[in-house]
């Protein structure tokens, strides 16, 4: 009776055991599924981040170009207006040739997307009627009808055009970000969930430590891809893809910031405007990377001329501007004319062995107290137009 019950009791504590270590075996098998699927969700979780990613990017820098095409557009038309020089509409053509490609390749990121699929389809309604706009306009100058032409300038139609186009660009911009965001969002969730089960796997036995930390180096891996991601969508978003310089949509936003700088400590501000004289005339006879290379030098003398505390940025094509804070309009002037010397005595090279004389015109205009930064743009801008009408390569204060 004893052997027997101690027969039965070793028979139980092995059918104990036994059972223990399949639990155990099921226990550690299902967190190595349980693993390997979270760690199979986060690689397709980066996969879709790397892809929604690009997308971004690639619309950021499509969104970017429809509204500088718009701006370009309307640039060249008020220089047609003012001068009577059809050269000055050759950035609206240009755009108006553009802008269909541009549409394309946008439509082309956001396809799938109902919503912002009837957003583009507004947008390139407000693109036609903008340039359809801007051609009364022109129609009206050529034909000599001024009243008429004057008349369709004061509605601001153009002006409302572009609001529209941008508030479009914006919501379809704000869209794609949420859904990055959502997505992001789905991704750091996953990679909270792995470290837990990593953790109970390793205290649950050694035999998983060689997955466990191949997991962790994946983990790592998807991590630092991420903000590296973040890190690149943070440099697109405010740098020039050219030059390396602050572009349009960060300069303004500095821009404003100095402004309510300059106003909260009642210092001196100034903004300088310029850009490369005769450059349409270096693209047409050296082509169009020769011209890139030209924008990326005068960009990089204007950075090695201005003071640190200045920020110099490439609002589109050839124009440049910089903010200098704790300077008046002679000593904003002074920083422009240095700029002007060193690019003036530079001949640059450009393929096939062709020495490029460059040049600028500069305006500058100092930050009234009670004007904004629209305004502080346009005297700025009328004081580099008055520069090149007066012979180029030179400096113009703004009155």
Request: hydrophobic share 40%.
């Amino acid at each position: 009776m004893t052997r027997s019950r101690n027969f039965l009791n070793t028979v139980n504590d092995l059918y104990s055991r036994v059972g223990l270590f399949i639990a155990s075996t099921v226990l550690l098998g299902s967190l190595l599924i349980g693993s390997s699927f979270i760690a199979w969700r986060a690689n397709v979780q980066q996969q879709e981040l790397a892809r929604l990613n690009s997308e971004t990017i690639a619309l950021l820098r499509d969104a970017h170009r429809i509204r500088l095409a718009a701006l370009e557009a309307l640039r060249g038309q008020r220089g047609y207006l003012l001068t009577g020089d059809p050269r000055y509409l050759e950035p609206m053509l240009e755009s108006e040739r553009e802008l269909p490609g541009l549409m394309a390749a946008l439509r082309s990121h956001i396809d799938g997307n109902e919503e912002n699929t009837r957003e583009l389809q507004r947008l390139g309604n407000e693109v036609q009627s903008y340039f359809m706009d801007l051609r009364t306009v022109i129609v009206f100058e050529n034909a000599g009808l001024k009243k008429e032409m004057l008349d369709v300038v004061r509605t601001g139609h153009a002006r409302r055009s572009i609001n529209r186009i941008n508030a479009d660009v914006q919501r379809i911009v704000t869209r794609e970000r949420a859904r990055l965001g959502s997505v992001n969002a789905k991704t750091r969730s996953v990679n909270n969930i792995l470290p837990m089960y990593l953790l109970v796997m390793t205290t649950a036995g050694v035999c998983l430590l060689f997955t466990t930390s191949l997991t962790v180096i994946a983990l790592r891996r998807s991590i630092a891809r991420e903000r590296t991601y973040q890190q690149e969508l943070r440099y697109i978003a405010q740098t020039d893809e050219l030059t390396g310089i602050a572009n349009r949509r960060e300069f303004l936003a500095a821009l404003d910031r100095s402004i309510a700088f300059a106003r909260r400590n009642q210092s001196e501000f100034s903004l300088a405007i310029f850009d490369i004289d005769h450059f349409k005339g270096i693209n047409d006879s050296y082509g169009h990377a020769a011209g890139d290379d030209v924008i990326r030098r005068v960009a990089k003398l204007a950075v090695g001329a201005v003071r640190a505390c200045d920020l110099v940025g490439r609002i589109g094509g050839e124009e440049f501007d910089i903010l200098l804070p704790n300077a008046d309009g002679q000593e904003a002037g002074a920083v422009c004319e240095r700029l002007r010397v060193a690019i003036h005595s530079q001949a640059m090279e450009v393929p096939p062995d062709s020495a490029v004389p460059v040049t600028i015109s500069s305006g500058v205009a100092q930050l009234d107290p009670i004007e904004n930064a629209n305004k502080l743009m346009e005297r700025a801008d009328r004081a580099l137009y008055e520069a090149k009408h007066g012979g180029r390569d030179q400096v113009r204060l703004a009155a």
